[in-house]
Protein backbone atom coordinates (compact mmCIF):
# COMPACT_ATOMS: atom_id res chain seq x y z
CA UNK A 1 0.00 0.00 0.00
CA UNK A 2 1.52 3.43 -0.74
CA UNK A 3 2.42 5.61 2.37
CA UNK A 4 -0.10 8.33 3.01
CA UNK A 5 -2.95 6.51 1.67
CA UNK A 6 -5.86 6.57 3.78
CA UNK A 7 -6.74 3.11 3.81
CA UNK A 8 -10.51 2.21 4.67
CA UNK A 9 -11.19 -0.05 7.64
CA UNK A 10 -12.31 -3.37 4.56
CA UNK A 11 -13.52 -6.34 5.29
CA UNK A 12 -10.21 -8.28 4.63
CA UNK A 13 -10.53 -11.22 2.04
CA UNK A 14 -10.18 -13.58 4.64
CA UNK A 15 -10.01 -14.11 8.18
CA UNK A 16 -7.01 -16.31 8.69
CA UNK A 17 -4.16 -16.99 5.62
CA UNK A 18 -2.35 -20.12 6.39
CA UNK A 19 1.36 -20.35 4.43
CA UNK A 20 2.16 -24.01 4.07
CA UNK A 21 0.01 -26.99 3.25
CA UNK A 22 1.76 -29.35 5.29
CA UNK A 23 0.42 -31.39 8.64
CA UNK A 24 0.21 -28.25 10.58
CA UNK A 25 -1.66 -26.06 7.95
CA UNK A 26 -3.95 -28.30 7.48
CA UNK A 27 -4.75 -28.87 11.14
CA UNK A 28 -4.72 -25.21 12.02
CA UNK A 29 -7.19 -24.40 8.99
CA UNK A 30 -9.40 -27.55 9.92
CA UNK A 31 -10.14 -26.02 13.43
CA UNK A 32 -10.54 -22.97 12.08
CA UNK A 33 -12.91 -23.81 9.28
CA UNK A 34 -14.37 -26.31 12.17
CA UNK A 35 -15.72 -22.28 13.79
CA UNK A 36 -16.52 -20.60 10.34
CA UNK A 37 -13.57 -19.08 9.52
CA UNK A 38 -12.89 -17.95 6.28
CA UNK A 39 -10.01 -19.96 5.84
CA UNK A 40 -7.21 -20.17 2.81
CA UNK A 41 -3.99 -22.93 2.09
CA UNK A 42 -1.35 -21.20 0.20
CA UNK A 43 0.96 -23.82 -0.75
CA UNK A 44 3.80 -23.76 -3.48
CA UNK A 45 3.95 -27.28 -4.00
CA UNK A 46 1.66 -29.29 -6.07
CA UNK A 47 1.83 -32.16 -3.45
CA UNK A 48 0.20 -31.38 0.10
CA UNK A 49 1.98 -32.45 3.20
CA UNK A 50 5.08 -30.30 3.42
CA UNK A 51 7.79 -32.11 5.44
CA UNK A 52 5.67 -35.47 4.74
CA UNK A 53 4.98 -35.12 1.36
CA UNK A 54 5.12 -38.28 -1.42
CA UNK A 55 5.97 -38.39 -4.67
CA UNK A 56 5.70 -40.65 -7.94
CA UNK A 57 8.78 -42.20 -10.01
CA UNK A 58 8.50 -44.88 -12.63
CA UNK A 59 4.95 -45.65 -11.19
CA UNK A 60 6.42 -45.49 -7.67
CA UNK A 61 4.66 -43.79 -4.86
CA UNK A 62 7.88 -42.82 -2.33
CA UNK A 63 7.25 -41.12 0.79
CA UNK A 64 9.49 -38.17 1.56
CA UNK A 65 10.16 -37.78 5.61
CA UNK A 66 7.95 -39.89 7.03
CA UNK A 67 9.90 -43.18 8.42
CA UNK A 68 6.65 -44.02 10.87
CA UNK A 69 3.92 -41.95 12.09
CA UNK A 70 5.16 -41.22 15.88
CA UNK A 71 2.61 -41.74 19.04
CA UNK A 72 0.85 -44.77 17.84
CA UNK A 73 -1.22 -46.68 20.85
CA UNK A 74 -4.02 -48.90 20.35
CA UNK A 75 -7.53 -47.58 19.90
CA UNK A 76 -9.61 -46.54 23.26
CA UNK A 77 -5.99 -44.96 24.68
CA UNK A 78 -6.78 -41.74 26.35
CA UNK A 79 -5.52 -38.43 26.40
CA UNK A 80 -2.32 -39.03 24.20
CA UNK A 81 -1.63 -36.71 21.27
CA UNK A 82 -2.75 -39.34 18.88
CA UNK A 83 -6.90 -39.69 20.78
CA UNK A 84 -6.49 -35.46 21.19
CA UNK A 85 -6.26 -35.18 17.39
CA UNK A 86 -8.30 -37.13 16.63
CA UNK A 87 -10.73 -35.54 18.68
CA UNK A 88 -9.69 -32.01 18.22
CA UNK A 89 -9.86 -32.19 14.14
CA UNK A 90 -13.42 -34.96 14.46
CA UNK A 91 -11.32 -37.27 12.52
CA UNK A 92 -12.78 -40.69 12.99
CA UNK A 93 -9.12 -42.89 14.19
CA UNK A 94 -9.87 -45.50 11.41
CA UNK A 95 -8.96 -42.71 8.76
CA UNK A 96 -5.81 -42.72 9.08
CA UNK A 97 -5.25 -46.44 8.72
CA UNK A 98 -2.90 -47.13 11.09
CA UNK A 99 -0.79 -50.51 12.02
CA UNK A 100 1.62 -50.69 14.98
CA UNK A 101 5.20 -51.73 14.16
CA UNK A 102 6.85 -55.10 14.66
CA UNK A 103 9.51 -54.31 17.11
CA UNK A 104 12.94 -51.16 16.56
CA UNK A 105 16.39 -51.22 17.65
CA UNK A 106 19.27 -48.60 18.98
CA UNK A 107 22.53 -50.39 17.97
CA UNK A 108 25.50 -48.90 18.90
CA UNK A 109 29.21 -50.28 19.77
CA UNK A 110 28.60 -53.39 21.54
CA UNK A 111 25.01 -53.04 22.72
CA UNK A 112 21.81 -53.38 21.28
CA UNK A 113 18.57 -51.76 23.22
CA UNK A 114 15.29 -52.79 21.57
CA UNK A 115 11.99 -50.83 21.98
CA UNK A 116 8.58 -51.16 20.72
CA UNK A 117 5.18 -50.38 21.47
CA UNK A 118 5.20 -51.80 24.95
CA UNK A 119 7.98 -49.63 27.25
CA UNK A 120 8.78 -52.60 29.40
CA UNK A 121 10.89 -53.94 26.30
CA UNK A 122 13.16 -51.16 26.44
CA UNK A 123 13.39 -51.02 30.19
CA UNK A 124 13.97 -55.09 30.21
CA UNK A 125 17.21 -54.00 27.85
CA UNK A 126 18.79 -51.34 29.71
CA UNK A 127 18.31 -53.15 32.71
CA UNK A 128 20.51 -56.06 31.21
CA UNK A 129 22.70 -54.42 29.15
CA UNK A 130 23.16 -51.77 31.96
CA UNK A 131 22.28 -52.93 35.42
CA UNK A 132 24.20 -50.55 37.14
CA UNK A 133 21.84 -47.88 35.17
CA UNK A 134 18.50 -48.93 35.65
CA UNK A 135 16.84 -47.18 38.82
CA UNK A 136 18.65 -44.04 37.19
CA UNK A 137 16.69 -44.50 33.95
CA UNK A 138 13.12 -45.24 35.85
CA UNK A 139 13.93 -42.07 38.01
CA UNK A 140 14.42 -40.23 34.13
CA UNK A 141 11.28 -41.86 33.12
CA UNK A 142 9.40 -40.35 35.93
CA UNK A 143 10.96 -37.00 35.39
CA UNK A 144 9.49 -37.32 31.84
CA UNK A 145 6.35 -38.68 32.72
CA UNK A 146 5.72 -35.32 35.27
CA UNK A 147 6.98 -32.51 32.85
CA UNK A 148 4.63 -30.70 30.94
CA UNK A 149 6.16 -30.24 27.41
CA UNK A 150 3.15 -28.22 26.20
CA UNK A 151 3.29 -25.30 28.72
CA UNK A 152 4.25 -23.41 25.86
CA UNK A 153 6.02 -20.53 28.00
CA UNK A 154 7.96 -22.92 30.03
CA UNK A 155 12.04 -21.76 29.87
CA UNK A 156 14.07 -24.12 27.78
CA UNK A 157 16.71 -26.75 29.62
CA UNK A 158 19.07 -28.71 27.65
CA UNK A 159 18.23 -32.58 27.91
CA UNK A 160 21.49 -34.05 28.78
CA UNK A 161 21.62 -31.98 31.70
CA UNK A 162 18.43 -33.30 32.76
CA UNK A 163 19.68 -36.94 31.81
CA UNK A 164 22.77 -37.02 33.51
CA UNK A 165 21.19 -35.81 36.83
CA UNK A 166 19.62 -39.64 36.46
CA UNK A 167 21.95 -41.27 34.12
CA UNK A 168 26.04 -41.65 34.46
CA UNK A 169 27.03 -43.79 31.87
CA UNK A 170 27.89 -41.86 28.54
CA UNK A 171 27.18 -44.44 26.33
CA UNK A 172 23.38 -45.42 27.54
CA UNK A 173 23.02 -41.34 27.15
CA UNK A 174 24.21 -41.38 24.02
CA UNK A 175 21.89 -44.64 23.16
CA UNK A 176 18.79 -42.94 24.42
CA UNK A 177 19.30 -39.66 22.85
CA UNK A 178 20.17 -41.24 19.49
CA UNK A 179 16.48 -41.67 18.41
CA UNK A 180 14.73 -38.81 19.87
CA UNK A 181 17.94 -36.34 18.31
CA UNK A 182 17.40 -38.08 14.74
CA UNK A 183 13.54 -37.66 14.97
CA UNK A 184 13.48 -34.26 15.59
CA UNK A 185 16.09 -32.25 17.44
CA UNK A 186 17.18 -29.14 15.21
CA UNK A 187 20.11 -28.44 17.86
CA UNK A 188 23.45 -29.89 17.80
CA UNK A 189 24.26 -32.55 20.09
CA UNK A 190 21.47 -31.85 22.32
CA UNK A 191 17.52 -31.28 22.12
CA UNK A 192 15.57 -29.04 24.09
CA UNK A 193 14.12 -31.20 27.62
CA UNK A 194 10.76 -30.26 26.09
CA UNK A 195 11.48 -31.82 22.51
CA UNK A 196 13.15 -34.39 24.70
CA UNK A 197 9.81 -35.28 26.56
CA UNK A 198 7.50 -35.27 23.99
CA UNK A 199 9.89 -37.15 21.70
CA UNK A 200 10.38 -40.03 24.27
CA UNK A 201 7.00 -40.48 25.01
CA UNK A 202 6.12 -40.32 21.34
CA UNK A 203 8.70 -43.36 20.28
CA UNK A 204 9.07 -44.67 23.90
CA UNK A 205 5.87 -44.80 25.83
CA UNK A 206 3.65 -44.61 22.77
CA UNK A 207 5.45 -46.28 19.65
CA UNK A 208 5.46 -46.61 15.85
CA UNK A 209 2.77 -46.98 13.11
CA UNK A 210 1.96 -46.68 9.31
CA UNK A 211 -0.77 -46.77 6.80
CA UNK A 212 -0.45 -49.67 4.23
CA UNK A 213 -0.23 -46.63 1.51
CA UNK A 214 2.09 -44.10 3.44
CA UNK A 215 1.35 -40.94 4.27
CA UNK A 216 -0.65 -40.01 1.87
CA UNK A 217 -3.54 -41.90 3.41
CA UNK A 218 -3.10 -39.33 6.66
CA UNK A 219 -3.07 -36.38 4.10
CA UNK A 220 -6.03 -37.41 2.28
CA UNK A 221 -7.99 -37.57 5.82
CA UNK A 222 -6.82 -34.13 6.28
CA UNK A 223 -7.88 -33.04 3.30
CA UNK A 224 -10.94 -34.37 2.91
CA UNK A 225 -11.69 -33.13 6.46
CA UNK A 226 -11.19 -29.84 4.86
CA UNK A 227 -12.54 -29.44 2.24
CA UNK A 228 -15.60 -30.81 4.05
CA UNK A 229 -16.05 -28.07 6.66
CA UNK A 230 -15.33 -25.40 3.58
CA UNK A 231 -11.93 -24.53 4.14
CA UNK A 232 -10.10 -23.48 0.91
CA UNK A 233 -7.02 -23.69 -0.81
CA UNK A 234 -4.69 -23.09 -3.39
CA UNK A 235 -1.93 -24.94 -4.88
CA UNK A 236 1.53 -24.47 -6.92
CA UNK A 237 1.08 -20.77 -5.27
CA UNK A 238 3.41 -19.82 -3.68
CA UNK A 239 3.78 -16.54 -1.29
CA UNK A 240 6.15 -13.65 -2.09
CA UNK A 241 6.02 -11.70 0.24
CA UNK A 242 4.11 -10.99 3.57
CA UNK A 243 2.31 -7.44 3.80
CA UNK A 244 4.15 -6.56 6.68
CA UNK A 245 3.99 -2.73 8.09
CA UNK A 246 4.54 -1.06 11.73
CA UNK A 247 4.05 -4.74 13.79
CA UNK A 248 0.88 -5.44 11.98
CA UNK A 249 0.64 -7.86 8.72
CA UNK A 250 -2.55 -7.28 6.30
CA UNK A 251 -2.17 -9.87 4.18
CA UNK A 252 0.25 -11.29 1.39
CA UNK A 253 1.04 -10.63 -2.20
CA UNK A 254 1.89 -14.13 -4.12
CA UNK A 255 4.08 -15.39 -6.92
CA UNK A 256 1.42 -14.01 -9.80
CA UNK A 257 1.40 -10.75 -7.63
CA UNK A 258 -1.92 -10.78 -6.37
CA UNK A 259 -2.68 -9.77 -3.24
CA UNK A 260 -4.79 -11.39 -0.88
CA UNK A 261 -5.58 -9.61 2.23
CA UNK A 262 -6.41 -11.46 5.78
CA UNK A 263 -6.85 -10.85 9.47
CA UNK A 264 -4.23 -13.13 10.21
CA UNK A 265 -1.42 -14.65 8.66
CA UNK A 266 -0.06 -18.21 10.15
CA UNK A 267 2.97 -19.07 8.47
CA UNK A 268 4.08 -23.28 8.67
CA UNK A 269 7.21 -21.73 6.64
CA UNK A 270 9.50 -21.91 9.36
CA UNK A 271 11.00 -18.65 12.06
CA UNK A 272 13.77 -17.62 9.23
CA UNK A 273 11.97 -18.09 6.13
CA UNK A 274 8.97 -16.29 7.23
CA UNK A 275 11.32 -13.33 8.27
CA UNK A 276 12.89 -13.29 4.29
CA UNK A 277 8.79 -13.28 3.41
CA UNK A 278 8.33 -10.09 5.83
CA UNK A 279 11.39 -8.80 4.00
CA UNK A 280 14.31 -9.50 5.94
CA UNK A 281 17.72 -10.61 3.34
CA UNK A 282 18.19 -14.02 3.24
CA UNK A 283 22.05 -13.03 3.22
CA UNK A 284 21.43 -11.32 6.88
CA UNK A 285 24.20 -12.50 9.08
CA UNK A 286 21.06 -12.31 11.97
CA UNK A 287 18.93 -14.70 10.16
CA UNK A 288 21.66 -16.84 8.85
CA UNK A 289 22.68 -17.34 12.00
CA UNK A 290 18.58 -18.90 12.86
CA UNK A 291 19.25 -21.56 10.43
CA UNK A 292 19.22 -24.76 11.67
CA UNK A 293 22.54 -26.75 10.84
CA UNK A 294 21.45 -30.30 10.42
CA UNK A 295 20.65 -31.78 7.32
CA UNK A 296 19.89 -35.37 6.38
CA UNK A 297 20.46 -37.45 2.76
CA UNK A 298 18.41 -40.63 2.30
CA UNK A 299 18.63 -44.15 0.10
CA UNK A 300 16.12 -45.97 -0.72
CA UNK A 301 16.57 -49.35 -1.80
CA UNK A 302 13.25 -50.83 -3.84
CA UNK A 303 13.61 -54.91 -3.55
CA UNK A 304 11.74 -57.56 -4.99
CA UNK A 305 10.72 -59.26 -1.79
CA UNK A 306 10.74 -57.98 1.79
CA UNK A 307 13.50 -57.09 3.90
CA UNK A 308 12.47 -59.96 6.61
CA UNK A 309 13.41 -62.11 3.67
CA UNK A 310 16.82 -61.15 3.50
CA UNK A 311 16.98 -61.20 7.60
CA UNK A 312 15.61 -57.25 8.72
CA UNK A 313 12.57 -58.02 10.36
CA UNK A 314 13.22 -54.93 12.21
CA UNK A 315 10.79 -51.60 11.87
CA UNK A 316 13.38 -48.69 12.31
CA UNK A 317 17.16 -49.44 13.60
CA UNK A 318 19.46 -46.43 14.79
CA UNK A 319 22.66 -47.17 14.54
CA UNK A 320 26.11 -45.28 15.69
CA UNK A 321 29.70 -46.63 14.90
CA UNK A 322 31.62 -44.76 17.21
CA UNK A 323 32.46 -44.02 20.95
CA UNK A 324 30.29 -41.38 21.53
CA UNK A 325 27.03 -40.07 19.34
CA UNK A 326 27.71 -37.36 16.92
CA UNK A 327 24.58 -35.61 15.88
CA UNK A 328 26.18 -32.45 14.32
CA UNK A 329 26.54 -30.75 10.97
CA UNK A 330 28.68 -33.37 8.40
CA UNK A 331 31.88 -32.49 7.94
CA UNK A 332 32.04 -34.42 4.48
CA UNK A 333 29.03 -34.66 2.06
CA UNK A 334 27.78 -37.45 4.46
CA UNK A 335 28.55 -38.73 8.02
CA UNK A 336 28.77 -42.63 7.72
CA UNK A 337 29.38 -43.08 11.74
CA UNK A 338 25.07 -43.22 12.32
CA UNK A 339 22.50 -43.18 10.55
CA UNK A 340 18.50 -44.71 10.51
CA UNK A 341 17.38 -47.51 8.53
CA UNK A 342 13.56 -47.70 8.00
CA UNK A 343 11.81 -50.69 6.50
CA UNK A 344 8.30 -49.79 5.75
CA UNK A 345 7.31 -53.96 5.52
CA UNK A 346 7.78 -54.41 8.79
CA UNK A 347 4.90 -53.30 10.17
CA UNK A 348 1.55 -55.51 11.78
CA UNK A 349 -0.95 -54.82 8.63
CA UNK A 350 -3.70 -56.57 8.33
CA UNK A 351 -3.89 -59.93 7.74
CA UNK A 352 -3.25 -60.64 3.96
CA UNK A 353 -1.98 -56.89 3.34
CA UNK A 354 1.62 -55.82 2.61
CA UNK A 355 3.57 -53.70 0.44
CA UNK A 356 4.29 -54.80 -2.70
CA UNK A 357 8.04 -54.34 -2.91
CA UNK A 358 10.21 -54.39 -0.38
CA UNK A 359 11.71 -50.90 0.81
CA UNK A 360 15.18 -50.51 2.49
CA UNK A 361 15.86 -46.38 3.44
CA UNK A 362 18.77 -45.18 4.94
CA UNK A 363 19.04 -41.64 6.70
CA UNK A 364 21.95 -40.17 7.83
CA UNK A 365 23.23 -36.33 8.71
CA UNK A 366 24.76 -34.90 5.30
CA UNK A 367 26.05 -31.11 4.73
CA UNK A 368 24.16 -28.50 3.04
CA UNK A 369 26.87 -26.62 2.07
CA UNK A 370 28.93 -29.81 0.24
CA UNK A 371 25.44 -31.11 -1.81
CA UNK A 372 24.37 -27.97 -2.77
CA UNK A 373 28.43 -26.65 -3.86
CA UNK A 374 28.01 -29.72 -6.29
CA UNK A 375 27.44 -28.71 -10.07
CA UNK A 376 24.50 -30.78 -11.54
CA UNK A 377 26.63 -33.41 -12.92
CA UNK A 378 28.92 -33.56 -10.09
CA UNK A 379 26.24 -33.90 -7.83
CA UNK A 380 25.03 -36.53 -9.86
CA UNK A 381 27.76 -38.15 -9.91
CA UNK A 382 28.26 -37.95 -6.03
CA UNK A 383 25.17 -39.41 -5.60
CA UNK A 384 26.00 -42.67 -7.49
CA UNK A 385 29.10 -42.37 -5.15
CA UNK A 386 27.69 -41.84 -1.93
CA UNK A 387 24.60 -44.03 -2.17
CA UNK A 388 26.80 -47.59 -1.50
CA UNK A 389 28.58 -45.90 0.85
CA UNK A 390 25.80 -45.18 3.24
CA UNK A 391 23.90 -48.33 2.29
CA UNK A 392 27.43 -50.38 3.35
CA UNK A 393 27.10 -48.60 6.66
CA UNK A 394 23.75 -49.19 7.38
CA UNK A 395 24.45 -53.51 6.56
CA UNK A 396 26.60 -53.38 9.48
CA UNK A 397 23.78 -53.22 12.18
CA UNK A 398 21.78 -55.73 10.02
CA UNK A 399 24.43 -58.41 10.72
CA UNK A 400 21.89 -61.43 9.73
CA UNK A 401 21.58 -59.35 5.99
CA UNK A 402 23.97 -60.60 3.25
CA UNK A 403 24.74 -57.25 1.69
CA UNK A 404 25.39 -59.18 -2.10
CA UNK A 405 21.93 -60.20 -1.32
CA UNK A 406 20.46 -56.53 -0.95
CA UNK A 407 22.37 -55.58 -4.18
CA UNK A 408 21.07 -58.78 -6.20
CA UNK A 409 17.27 -58.34 -5.33
CA UNK A 410 17.49 -54.11 -5.77
CA UNK A 411 15.03 -53.00 -8.36
CA UNK A 412 15.64 -49.45 -8.26
CA UNK A 413 16.90 -46.76 -6.29
CA UNK A 414 16.39 -42.84 -5.30
CA UNK A 415 18.18 -40.94 -3.45
CA UNK A 416 17.65 -37.62 -1.50
CA UNK A 417 20.51 -35.45 -0.25
CA UNK A 418 19.76 -31.60 1.39
CA UNK A 419 19.27 -30.39 -2.06
CA UNK A 420 16.66 -31.90 -2.24
CA UNK A 421 14.73 -31.12 1.12
CA UNK A 422 15.69 -27.57 0.50
CA UNK A 423 13.80 -27.78 -2.83
CA UNK A 424 10.43 -29.50 -1.40
CA UNK A 425 10.31 -27.73 1.98
CA UNK A 426 11.71 -24.66 1.27
CA UNK A 427 13.64 -24.97 4.57
CA UNK A 428 16.46 -22.79 4.55
CA UNK A 429 19.97 -24.93 4.62
CA UNK A 430 17.52 -27.82 4.29
CA UNK A 431 17.74 -27.81 7.91
CA UNK A 432 14.91 -30.59 7.82
CA UNK A 433 13.86 -29.82 11.90
CA UNK A 434 14.10 -26.21 11.10
CA UNK A 435 15.57 -23.47 13.45
CA UNK A 436 17.22 -24.19 16.57
CA UNK A 437 15.84 -21.85 18.67
CA UNK A 438 11.53 -22.68 18.49
CA UNK A 439 8.74 -19.84 18.87
CA UNK A 440 7.55 -21.76 21.21
CA UNK A 441 4.34 -20.02 21.72
CA UNK A 442 3.82 -19.37 18.20
CA UNK A 443 4.51 -15.18 18.27
CA UNK A 444 6.22 -13.27 15.86
CA UNK A 445 7.55 -9.59 16.07
CA UNK A 446 4.05 -8.71 14.22
CA UNK A 447 0.94 -9.04 16.09
CA UNK A 448 -1.10 -10.78 14.17
CA UNK A 449 1.52 -12.95 12.83
CA UNK A 450 1.98 -16.49 13.97
CA UNK A 451 3.93 -19.48 13.61
CA UNK A 452 3.31 -22.89 13.01
CA UNK A 453 5.04 -25.92 12.44
CA UNK A 454 8.37 -27.07 12.77
CA UNK A 455 9.77 -23.88 14.03
CA UNK A 456 6.94 -23.56 16.71
CA UNK A 457 8.91 -26.59 18.21
CA UNK A 458 6.43 -29.91 18.35
CA UNK A 459 8.15 -32.22 16.14
CA UNK A 460 7.40 -35.49 13.70
CA UNK A 461 4.20 -35.69 12.11
CA UNK A 462 1.62 -35.57 15.06
CA UNK A 463 3.51 -33.03 16.38
CA UNK A 464 2.82 -31.04 13.54
CA UNK A 465 -1.00 -31.75 13.38
CA UNK A 466 -0.78 -30.74 17.58
CA UNK A 467 1.79 -27.01 16.38
CA UNK A 468 -1.33 -26.20 14.10
CA UNK A 469 -4.13 -27.17 16.93
CA UNK A 470 -2.07 -25.02 19.78
CA UNK A 471 -1.30 -22.33 17.71
CA UNK A 472 -5.07 -22.11 16.28
CA UNK A 473 -6.69 -23.00 19.62
CA UNK A 474 -4.17 -20.14 21.52
CA UNK A 475 -4.16 -17.54 19.18
CA UNK A 476 -6.42 -17.55 16.21
CA UNK A 477 -9.65 -18.90 17.28
CA UNK A 478 -9.23 -17.10 20.26
CA UNK A 479 -8.59 -13.85 18.99
CA UNK A 480 -12.01 -14.03 16.81
CA UNK A 481 -13.85 -14.62 19.87
CA UNK A 482 -12.42 -11.32 22.31
CA UNK A 483 -12.82 -9.19 18.77
CA UNK A 484 -15.93 -11.07 18.65
CA UNK A 485 -16.79 -9.97 22.34
CA UNK A 486 -15.92 -6.78 21.93
CA UNK A 487 -18.17 -6.30 19.02
CA UNK A 488 -21.45 -7.25 20.66
CA UNK A 489 -20.33 -5.39 23.80
CA UNK A 490 -20.03 -1.97 21.46
CA UNK B 1 -35.11 -23.38 28.85
CA UNK B 2 -34.71 -25.10 32.18
CA UNK B 3 -31.89 -26.18 33.72
CA UNK B 4 -32.27 -29.96 32.59
CA UNK B 5 -32.68 -29.32 29.49
CA UNK B 6 -29.33 -27.05 29.44
CA UNK B 7 -27.62 -30.02 30.78
CA UNK B 8 -28.86 -32.10 27.90
CA UNK B 9 -27.83 -29.47 25.44
CA UNK B 10 -24.03 -29.34 27.22
CA UNK B 11 -23.88 -33.04 26.97
CA UNK B 12 -25.66 -33.46 23.21
CA UNK B 13 -21.78 -31.17 22.91
CA UNK B 14 -19.58 -33.66 24.84
CA UNK B 15 -21.07 -36.75 22.88
CA UNK B 16 -20.52 -34.63 19.43
CA UNK B 17 -16.45 -33.38 20.49
CA UNK B 18 -15.78 -36.76 22.59
CA UNK B 19 -17.40 -39.62 21.21
CA UNK B 20 -15.29 -42.09 22.87
CA UNK B 21 -16.75 -40.67 26.43
CA UNK B 22 -19.39 -42.56 28.26
CA UNK B 23 -21.78 -40.16 29.00
CA UNK B 24 -24.45 -42.30 30.42
CA UNK B 25 -23.56 -42.04 34.32
CA UNK B 26 -22.29 -38.72 34.83
CA UNK B 27 -23.00 -37.28 37.80
CA UNK B 28 -24.71 -33.42 38.01
CA UNK B 29 -22.63 -32.06 40.88
CA UNK B 30 -19.30 -33.69 40.33
CA UNK B 31 -16.59 -31.92 38.12
CA UNK B 32 -16.47 -33.03 34.36
CA UNK B 33 -12.99 -33.48 34.46
CA UNK B 34 -13.34 -36.17 37.30
CA UNK B 35 -15.64 -38.18 35.36
CA UNK B 36 -14.45 -37.62 31.80
CA UNK B 37 -11.13 -37.40 30.08
CA UNK B 38 -11.29 -33.94 29.28
CA UNK B 39 -8.72 -31.43 28.89
CA UNK B 40 -8.60 -27.52 28.23
CA UNK B 41 -8.70 -28.27 24.91
CA UNK B 42 -11.84 -30.04 24.93
CA UNK B 43 -13.25 -27.07 27.33
CA UNK B 44 -12.79 -24.27 24.19
CA UNK B 45 -14.68 -26.72 21.73
CA UNK B 46 -17.62 -26.89 24.40
CA UNK B 47 -17.19 -22.89 24.68
CA UNK B 48 -16.37 -22.57 20.89
CA UNK B 49 -19.79 -25.01 19.87
CA UNK B 50 -21.95 -23.26 22.42
CA UNK B 51 -21.21 -20.07 20.52
CA UNK B 52 -21.78 -21.87 17.38
CA UNK B 53 -24.65 -23.52 17.80
CA UNK B 54 -26.82 -21.60 20.26
CA UNK B 55 -24.99 -18.00 20.14
CA UNK B 56 -23.93 -17.91 23.17
CA UNK B 57 -20.98 -16.15 24.64
CA UNK B 58 -18.20 -17.34 27.04
CA UNK B 59 -15.87 -15.43 28.40
CA UNK B 60 -12.43 -17.41 29.56
CA UNK B 61 -12.61 -15.79 32.95
CA UNK B 62 -15.93 -17.71 33.47
CA UNK B 63 -14.53 -21.02 32.11
CA UNK B 64 -14.26 -22.26 35.61
CA UNK B 65 -17.99 -21.84 35.70
CA UNK B 66 -18.66 -25.07 33.28
CA UNK B 67 -16.73 -27.09 35.85
CA UNK B 68 -19.86 -30.11 36.22
CA UNK B 69 -23.34 -29.74 34.88
CA UNK B 70 -24.94 -28.50 37.87
CA UNK B 71 -22.49 -25.52 37.34
CA UNK B 72 -22.78 -25.14 33.35
CA UNK B 73 -26.46 -25.50 34.21
CA UNK B 74 -26.20 -22.65 36.40
CA UNK B 75 -24.14 -20.51 34.59
CA UNK B 76 -25.93 -21.24 30.85
CA UNK B 77 -29.28 -20.95 31.96
CA UNK B 78 -30.05 -17.28 32.17
CA UNK B 79 -27.66 -17.12 29.13
CA UNK B 80 -29.75 -19.38 26.91
CA UNK B 81 -32.92 -17.61 28.40
CA UNK B 82 -31.41 -13.74 27.09
CA UNK B 83 -30.23 -15.37 23.64
CA UNK B 84 -34.18 -16.75 23.62
CA UNK B 85 -35.47 -13.32 24.23
Known amino acids: ?490 | MTKEECKQVVLEIIAEIAPDEDLNDIKSDVRLRDQLDLDSMDFLDIVMELRKQHGIEVPEEDYPKLASLDSCAEYLTPKFKAVKA
Not at chain 1, 280 to 304: C, H, W, Y
Not at chain 1, 356 to 368: C, D, I, K, N, Q
Open chain 1, 1 to 490: MAAGMEVPEARPDYDTIIIGCGMAGLAAGIRLAMFDQRVLILEKHNAPGGLNSFYFQEGRKFDVGLHAVTNYVEAGVRGTPLAKIFRQLRIPRDAFELSPQVGSRIAFPGVDLRFNNAFALLEEDVAQAFPGEIDGFRELRAAVQAFDPFDLEAPVIPAREVVRRHIGDRLLEDMILCPLMYYGSARENDIDFDQFVILWRALFEEGFGRPLEGVRVIIRALLDRYRELGGKRRMRCGVRRILAEKGVVHGVEVESGEILTAGRVLSTAGRPETEVLCGMKATDPDLRNQVGRLSFAETISVLDRSPAELGAGETIVFFNDSDRFHYEQAAGPVDLRSGVICMPNNYQYDQGAGLEEGLLRVTALASHEKWTAFADERYRAEKERWFPRILESALRFLPEVEPAAVARHTVYTDMFTPRTVEKFTSHLGGAVYGASEKSRNGKTRWENLYLAGTDQGFLGIIGAMLSGISIANGHLLKTKEERDVQVNEQ
